[in-house]
Structures are given as C-alpha cells and as structure tokens.
C-alpha cells in the first residue's frame, strides 16, 4: 500500500469515527428529548390532577435532560410541590424518572426543578462549599457537612474540586454527607 493509499485510509477511518460519533450524540439527544417529553407528559397530568397552574420547560444540557416548572406568578401551589428542604421535589423528580423508565426500559437522569428552587440552592450548596474550604484552610483537618441528595453532593463535591480541595461522601442512605479535607 502506497503512502498515499493509506493516508487516504485513515482519513476515511477518521471520517467514519466522527460520522459515528455524530450519529451516537444524535441518538443521545434524540433519547433525552424523547425523556423530557415522556417525564414533562407524566407531570402535566400531575399537576391537572392537583390543578396546580405551571409552565413546563425542557432543556437537554450536559448529557442531561432538565425540565423546570413555574408560573409567572408567585405560586404557592408549586411552592408546596418543593417541600420541606426539597423533599416533595426529590420524589417528584424520582416519580418523573420513573415514569421514563417505565416507558423506555431505560434509567434516566434527568434533573426536575420546580420554581427555580435547585437554581437557588446551588448558589447556597457553593457557600456551604466555599465555608468548608475555609475551615480546613484555618484549621486542617477535615469538614464534615450535612446529610444531602445525591445532586446536592455532586454540586459541592464539584464547587470544592474548583477551589483546589479534596471531598468524599460517607455514611449510608439519608445519612450520607460530604468530608472536605486538604488532601
């Protein structure tokens, strides 16, 4: 084979691999969005149950399908679907994935907010992360925080990554919580 032959080779090898990477995020997308739309079809239907007035948004980000519900209006309706600490949100949210899993056979991730509460708290979870950093820089040794949902932790284990430091999740179940440390 020729110099010229094999250069040619390889960059048909190369275009395939992107034609085929291409089609694989198509798919991708293609999946989340069918997610999105299985999951806000299934809370749309809650919220007429509950008749509880909501706009419905998708978005498909970061390998993720994220659906948000508001109202132009300050509702307390939707604040009662939040909860406590954002207990009725998780359920919700699992019941929305659940509903996808049921039609698809397949698990999703995606990410439920309701009235901007998950924006709101990721500005709280960086402070928590940012103060735990600055205790272990005053004092070393470790921080524990509180117990959080597992998109609680991933957000702080990120923020804390971001400021150069090191966290861990420990503990079991509803008791599971981040340790920050130096190292």
Same mark, same amino acid.
């Given at each position: 084979?020729?110099?010229? !032959?094999?250069?040619?080779?390889?960059?048909? #090898?190369?275009?395939?691999?992107?034609?085929?990477? @291409?089609?694989?995020?198509?798919?991708?997308?293609?999946?989340?969005?069918?997610?999105?739309?299985?999951?806000?079809?299934?809370?749309?239907?809650?919220?007429?149950?509950?008749?509880?007035?909501?706009?419905?948004?998708? @978005?498909?980000?970061?390998?993720?399908?994220?659906?948000?519900?508001?109202?132009?209006?300050? !509702?307390?309706?939707?604040? %009662?679907?939040?909860?406590?600490?954002?207990?009725?949100?998780?359920?919700?949210?699992?019941?929305?994935?659940?509903?996808?899993? %049921?039609?698809?056979?397949?698990? !999703?991730?995606?990410?439920?907010?309701?009235?901007?509460?998950?924006?709101?708290?990721?500005? #709280?979870?960086?402070?928590?992360?940012?103060?735990?950093?600055?205790? &272990?820089?005053?004092?070393?040794?470790? #921080?524990?925080?509180?117990?959080?949902?597992?998109? @609680?932790?991933?957000? #702080?284990?990120?923020?804390?990554?971001?400021?150069?430091? &090191?966290?861990? %999740?420990?503990?079991?179940?509803?008791?599971?919580?981040? &340790?920050?440390?130096?190292?």
């Amino acid at each position: 084979m020729s110099a010229e !032959s094999t250069e040619e080779a390889m960059t048909t #090898v190369a275009e395939d691999q992107e034609d085929s990477q @291409e089609e694989t995020q198509s798919k991708t997308a293609s999946r989340l969005e069918e997610e999105g739309d299985i999951a806000a079809d299934y809370l749309e239907e809650l919220l007429d149950i509950a008749d509880i007035d909501g706009d419905i948004d998708i @978005e498909v980000r970061n390998g993720r399908t994220y659906i948000s519900i508001g109202a132009d209006e300050e !509702s307390a309706a939707l604040d %009662s679907l939040v909860g406590r600490d954002g207990e009725v949100l998780e359920a919700l949210q699992e019941l929305a994935r659940l509903s996808v899993l %049921s039609a698809t056979e397949s698990r !999703s991730r995606l990410v439920l907010d309701i009235n901007g509460y998950r924006k709101e708290r990721a500005g #709280v979870l960086q402070q928590i992360a940012e103060d735990a950093v600055a205790k &272990v820089k005053a004092d070393g040794g470790t #921080v524990a925080l509180e117990p959080m949902s597992a998109y @609680e932790r991933k957000i #702080v284990h990120d923020a804390v990554a971001d400021l150069g430091y &090191v966290s861990e %999740s420990e503990g079991e179940g509803a008791g599971r919580h981040i &340790v920050v440390s130096a190292d």
